[in-house]
């Protein structure tokens, strides 16, 4: 029972980084549509230039999806 609750402890801390992502996301995307735009990350107060905004949009469509986003927050 103690390696079980253990276990649901450890993957609960691994989970913390990705549900953080998530609620900076929620935040910054100010128009909700799913995706975060440079002027929305600016207004937030993320300070990324043009060309690291860029470099994180992976897809090239513009706009960073919540997966891009995690990746990009985390440095």
Known sequence: MKNFILAL???????????????????????????V???????????WNEEQFKAADTNGDGALSLEEFAVAAKG
């Open 37 to 47: 735009s440079m002027e929305e990350a600016a207004a937030a107060g993320w300070e």
């Open 9 to 35: 402890t450890v993957s609960g801390f691994a989970a913390f980084p990705a549900l953080a992502a998530e609620m900076d996301f929620t935040k910054v995307d100010g128009d909700a549509n799913g995706a």
